[in-house]
């Protein structure tokens, strides 16, 4: 099946600072998506992409598709401590809505104030 | 507005007991599916249903059953509990439709002993 590498693993910053993640994958995806968790929480939606090339922000949260379908990044500036957790990416094939997602092992983040 | 609720929040079994991971929805959503998340592997798909009596096996579906009888709730039985089978898992909903993505429950930790 699909696999999805997401990198790093894991990130320690300051306060301030910017913050890039991203997912590869040897197939091809139409849908990629960003989710966050918190401890203890379910994953909540940062950012939907539905298109090759498209760059959509969420307030200081950037997303891209990339060009060749098989990849994604996430950017965040300015940190902040409330970006703690773990972020995920997943991707989905199929255009219905039963096509099935699959997900990235998550990049864990900690901001150090 | 309660989304989606999953119960017991916590749950410990003993080796070869069953028991039944309950999930709710009052969205009205005709998607629905169950997640394991494992650490250091992402969230894996374990069964979903596009709508009331239509249920399949996702990624991980060997040890556990699933119905859907009503368009609220989803149920997912653990018929033998194993070791293997601790984790944390996740129900979660959407709207058939493209461009519609999910809404996850808050995970139910369980542990088999």
């Known amino acids: 099946g699909q696999q999805l590498n997401q990198s790093p693993q894991s990130m320690f910053i300051q306060e301030g600072e910017d913050v890039s993640m991203n997912c590869t994958s040897s197939?091809?995806?139409?849908?990629w998506l960003w989710y966050k968790q918190d401890p203890g929480e379910g994953p909540v939606l940062l950012i939907a992409?539905?298109?090759?090339?498209e760059l959509t922000s969420n307030g200081r949260l950037t997303a891209q598709f990339g060009i060749t379908r098989k990849d994604s990044f996430l950017n965040i500036s300015a940190s902040i401590p409330s970006d703690v957790g773990i972020y995920f990416c997943a991707g989905r094939v199929g255009e219905t809505s039963g096509s099935r997602l699959t997900f990235g092992e998550g990049t864990q983040l900690t901001v150090n104030p | 507005n309660a989304g989606v609720t999953q119960t017991p929040k916590f749950q410990v079994l003993k080796t070869g007991q069953s028991m039944t991971l309950q999930c709710a929805q009052d969205m009205n959503h005709e998607y629905m599916s169950w997640y394991r998340q494992d650490p250091g592997m992402g969230l894996r798909l374990i069964h979903y249903?596009?709508?009331?009596?239509?249920?399949d096996q996702g990624e991980v579906p060997n040890g556990y059953n699933v119905s859907r009888s009503t368009t609220e709730d989803f149920p997912l039985r653990l018929l033998s509990a194993a070791p293997s089978q601790t984790s944390v898992y996740f129900c979660?909903?959407?709207?058939?439709?493209?461009?519609?993505?999910?809404?996850f429950g808050q995970g139910t930790r369980l542990t088999v002993v």
């Open positions: 249903s596009v709508g009331a009596g239509i249920t």
């Open positions: 197939s091809i995806f139409n849908t």
């Open positions: 979660a909903s959407k709207r058939q439709g493209s461009r519609t993505e999910a809404f």
């Open positions: 992409l539905y298109k090759a090339g």
